[in-house]
């Protein structure tokens, strides 16, 4: 196994145009396996509110609930960079706050980085956050904790703001950028104005990485899924048919056989 992750790796990768690749994770058994496959940053993403709790939203999220999967994810990481991503309000209501949570997901859960919605309003956060030693990932465009202030997941699409934003957040620090839901073209100029690298979703080729949430690329997710989203499995398919197969098996007595029995 290579060495681990460090923000000083992603640099580099920008600078050798490498592609970082970056998934999400909500539990240690998926990380391993994700963590095996050599992907560069995991992410524990606040998105788990809809592919683990079901929400239809990721407001209702709690700082503990994110404490405590980003802890199951870390150990099973072993190369990848683990992102705690920081939950609505985590962050927003003052600085104080906001260094004292991202500190707890370094020092409970083994993070080595956090995340946080926002450009160039949250950037004194994330200076002071990245001023006590934690890398910040900011993220801008699309941002899902803005919900309600963006009238529905909608396509950013003011490059001025957007560019403006990623500027600032570079500036104030953050190791990188996820950029969501912006058109290709924008996501180009971006990538190509700032130094840190920038980490796609919905944001076409040029990012220096990209990232999908784990439930949609392995087609576990059966709702409604985003243009962006590339299904590399239909486990919702197989696991289905797995279940029904043992249904029937323990249904009809063939399950436990004798190899199964002591
Ligand atoms: O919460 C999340 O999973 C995210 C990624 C989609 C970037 O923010």
Known sequence: MPNPVTVNTLYQMKQNREKIVAIT????????????????????????????????????????????????????????????????????????????????????????????????????????????????????????QSIHKMGGYKVQRDEKRLIEDAIEVEKAGAF????????????????????????GIGAGPCCDGQILVMHDLLGLNTGYLPKFVKQYEQFSDRAKQAFKNYFEEVQQGKFPSNEHCY
């Open 176 to 199: 990188s950028v996820v950029l969501e839901g912006i058109p290709s073209d924008i996501a180009d100029k971006i990538t190509r104005s700032i130094h840190i690298p920038t980490i």
């Open 25 to 144: 994770a909500y539990d240690y058994m998926f990380a391993k396996l994700i963590d095996e496959s050599g992907v560069h940053i995991i992410l524990v993403g606040d998105s788990l509110g809809n592919v683990i709790q079901g929400g239809a939203n990721t407001l209702a999220v709690t700082m503990d609930e994110m404490i405590y999967h980003t802890r199951i994810v870390s150990r099973g990481v072993r190369h990848g960079m683990v992102i705690g991503d920081m939950p609505f309000m985590s962050y927003q209501a003052s600085i104080k706050t906001a260094m004292i949570n991202a500190g707890r997901f370094v020092k409970e859960a083994g993070a080595s980085a956090v995340k946080l919605e926002g450009g160039a309003s949250v950037c004194h956060i994330i200076q002071a956050i990245s001023d006590i030693g934690i890398p910040v990932q900011a993220h801008i465009g699309l941002t899902p």
